[in-house]
């Protein structure tokens, strides 16, 4: 069995390195060197890389938060669902969105027996076969304004929207924001979005990243440990800047990223901290007081516009900002990595299956949605056969199905796969049956490609 993945580094490129490297070698005891400096490779040459995001203004979100504010206060003290300050708080973001250029909708459940409405904003553009998700509750508790929650992440996630607008970005992927009714119920929105979106439409979802209370009054810097590559970026992000994080375990699946986690969406987040105390190990590296709650207003009525550290809800903005940018503008993954098995495989007559394995190792995630299977079989009348791609968790994707009057020879063919559901390492087989008698065949061989 021979297992291959192809070096995409250009082998010409090395070449010249190393034909420089070694007349450096040789002309290193004259001085002065009488070769002009190798010139810089070309621009057009390097790897193609992510946008740096811009600074979201501070005074932005801190504007966004004292619009909830005013609301909450107009519509009896809070911005909770069923109540007339839930919905004038979704109005507010959805006319900054619709100014800006995006594509709104609204999306109603019923939930306590009252309306609930999710807001989803698409950025026109992007790979629509690939969507990065921001989202943020935008529901409060009926005991205050729920300005830090979680009217700190929906002021943020607005206003990283609001420069993509500014930036008429064009990012690699489809950016799509949400902001969530009824999270404080149980993610009934976030539940209701995922549970209502067609299974072609979640496998579409690259990754879902989660904003619920990023400014609480005595911040912790808090990332989730989910997606490994959601967590490296808004890690990456805070490294940058010199402030360490911690992962957050005040409640995993607390919060509306969870329904997207189900559904086997990457997922990733901030958080700043709710009712767990911070500790004196966390209070010298953040600052703050140990002893004390991270937000000692938290589902209060004194969670009001006071009720917010400016640095925290600064940084984790710019954090939101870095990860939309960085993840959304990244070049998407250049297929082609190719892995095969080209050992033969005799097919039984009207026999049982037989398999051929290749095994994929150091990739990260899942499938593209466009794998390739390239399969070549030899038969003698191959309406006989019946092949089936099988992940490495066991779902079989058919390729071709039997049919009694196809008599011509072989399947040398290459299919298409949605296997986005599917996560890239591990066993991957060519699964062939013949089903019916007198003629047989062989595997030649196959190949995924990547
Ligand atoms: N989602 C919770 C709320 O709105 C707050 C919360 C608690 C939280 N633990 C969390 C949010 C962990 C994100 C991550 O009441
Ligand atoms: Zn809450
Ligand atoms: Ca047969």
Redesign the pocket.
């Given at each position: 069995m021979k297992l291959s993945a192809r070096d995409r580094t250009p082998g010409a490129r090395r070449l010249a390195a190393c034909t420089l490297l070694a007349l450096g070698g040789l002309i290193a005891s004259a001085a002065p060197p009488a070769l002009a400096a190798p010139a810089a490779p070309a621009p057009a040459a390097l790897a193609p890389s992510a946008l740096a995001a811009p600074d979201i203004p501070l005074a932005n979100v801190k504007a966004h938060l004292s619009q909830f504010s005013s609301i909450a206060a107009a519509n009896g003290g809070n911005r909770a669902h069923g109540r007339t300050g839930y919905k004038a708080s979704l109005e507010y973001v959805k006319a900054k969105l619709d100014a800006a250029g995006f594509t709104t909708s609204v999306q109603q459940f019923t939930a306590s027996g009252a309306t609930g409405y999710n807001l989803i904003a698409d950025w026109p553009g992007g790979d629509p076969n690939s969507v990065l998700m921001a989202g943020s509750?935008l529901d409060s508790v009926s005991s205050g304004a729920g300005i830090n929650?979680?009217g700190s992440g929906s002021a943020a996630v607005l206003e990283t929207a609001l420069a993509v607008s500014r930036a008429q970005l064009q990012p690699t992927k489809h950016l799509r924001f949400a902001w969530w009714g009824a999270?404080?119920l149980g993610l009934l929105g976030s539940k209701h979005y995922v549970n209502n979106l067609p299974a072609t439409e979640r496998a579409k979802v690259s990754g879902y990243l989660n904003f619920?209370?990023i400014g609480s009054p005595n911040p912790g810097y808090f990332v989730y440990d989910d997606d490994p590559a959601i967590e490296k970026t808004f890690k990456d992000y805070f490294t940058g800047i010199g402030v360490p994080t911690e992962i957050?375990t005040?409640?995993d699946g607390?919060?509306d990223h969870a329904p997207f986690k189900s559904a086997g969406i990457p997922v990733g987040g901030l958080?700043t901290g709710?009712s767990n105390t911070k500790t004196s190990a966390q209070a010298q590296k953040w600052g703050g007081t140990a002893g004390q709650a991270f937000d000692r207003c938290y589902?209060s009525s004194c969670d009001g516009t006071a009720n917010i550290n400016d640095t925290a809800l600064d940084r984790n903005s710019d954090a939101a900002a870095h990860a939309i940018w960085t993840l959304g503008t990244e070049p998407a993954v250049p297929p082609g990595d190719v892995y095969e098995n080209t050992t033969d495989v005799s097919i039984p007559d009207n026999g049982a299956a037989v398999t051929s394995t290749i095994t994929v190792s150091g990739r990260t995630g899942n499938a593209p949605a466009t794998l390739k299977a390239g399969v070549d079989i030899t038969h003698t009348w191959r309406g006989d056969l019946v092949v089936d791609l099988v992940a490495p968790d066991g779902t079989a994707y058919r390729l071709k199905s039997s049919s009694s009057n196809d008599s011509a020879d072989n399947v040398i063919a290459t299919y298409t796969v949605n296997a986005s559901a599917e996560v890239a390492n591990g066993d991957w087989k060519l699964r062939v049956q013949d089903v019916a008698a007198q003629d047989t065949g062989r595997i030649n061989g196959w190949k995924l490609t990547f």
């Open positions: 509750h929650d979680n999270e404080e619920d209370m957050e005040e409640g607390r919060s958080f709710a589902h």
